[in-house]
C-alpha cells in the first residue's frame, strides 16, 4: 500500500500507510465507500459536512470490524474520495469517543471524514 498525506490543512500534513486488512463479515469496500458518501450528506449526521468517524463506526455496527474501517477510510483518503481531518479539542472530547476515532501507527488521531 502506498504511503499518503493526512492532515490539517497545507501546512500540517503526515505520512501515513494503512493497517493491513482483515476483512470481517459484512461490507467490501465499495459498499463501504457507497455507505460514508450516502451518510455524509445526512444533516441529522454531519456538522457542517463533516462526518464523524465515531459516527461512523456506530453507523456501519458490527458489519465491518475495526481493522477493516481504518483500512477503508486511509484508502478512500488515498484515492482522493475523502479527506480525513482532525478535531480542534481532540483532547477535550470525552474518552470513549476518542476511543472510536481514527488512531494512526503515527499517533496522530483523526475525528472527521469530509467527501470530495
Request: net charge negative; proline share 6%; glycine share 6%.
Given at each position: ?27 467490501n469496500y ?26 461512523l463506526r ?29 478535531h480542534v ?28
Amino acid at each position: 500500500m502506498r504511503p499518503t498525506l493526512v492532515g490539517m490543512g497545507p501546512f500540517f500534513r503526515t505520512r501515513v500507510v494503512a493497517p493491513p486488512l482483515v476483512r470481517g463479515e459484512g461490507l467490501n469496500y465499495d459498499e463501504f465507500m457507497a455507505l460514508v458518501r450516502e451518510l455524509a450528506q445526512r444533516d441529522d449526521l454531519t456538522t457542517h459536512g463533516l462526518l464523524a468517524i465515531p459516527t461512523l463506526r456506530r453507523e456501519c455496527g458490527p458489519r465491518l470490524a475495526r481493522a477493516d474501517l481504518d483500512a477503508f477510510l486511509v484508502r478512500l483518503h488515498d484515492e482522493g474520495v475523502i479527506h480525513l481531518l482532525s478535531h480542534v479539542e481532540f483532547d477535550s472530547l470525552p474518552a470513549a469517543v476518542q476511543d472510536e476515532s481514527l488512531r494512526l501507527a503515527s499517533g496522530q488521531e483523526l475525528y472527521w471524514v469530509r467527501c470530495l
